[in-house]
């Protein structure tokens, strides 16, 4: 069993920050990408960064700036630290990690519940 479980989002003011933290847990071999993604009401769930497990990242062009997206290997965590913030911020935001469970199985993407960050104008 493989669980990831996200934390700090909430309500803020635009031009105000929030973190989001996500931690692994479970039978954990390796954790290859681990990342967010978000889903705002109506559209459909988008990349918003990610990181390797050799601390490469990626961001969409519309958080570039103003995210960003931190891991520690050692706990299996990722963090997202969210800074000018704007009302189309506003979204269920998703940890994601790319798991194997062992030395053989493939590697499997796992999601969390979603954390609802809003951002108010």
């Known amino acids: 069993q493989v669980q990831l479980v996200e934390s700090g989002g909430g309500l803020v003011q635009a031009g105000g920050s929030l973190r989001l933290s996500c931690a692994a847990s479970g039978s954990i071999f390796s954790i290859n990408d681990m990342g967010w993604y978000r889903q705002a009401p109506g559209k459909q769930r988008e990349l918003v960064a990610t990181i390797s497990s050799g601390g490469m990242s990626n961001y969409a062009d519309s958080v570039k700036g103003r995210f960003a997206i931190s891991r520690d290997n050692a706990k299996n965590t990722v963090d997202l630290q969210m800074n000018s913030l704007k009302s189309e911020d506003t979204a269920v935001y998703y940890c994601?990690?790319?798991?194997?469970?062992?030395?053989?199985?493939?590697?499997?993407?796992?999601w969390g519940q979603g954390t609802q960050v809003t951002v108010s104008s």
């Open positions: 994601n990690a790319e798991i194997r469970r062992g030395p053989f199985p493939a590697v499997r993407q796992y």
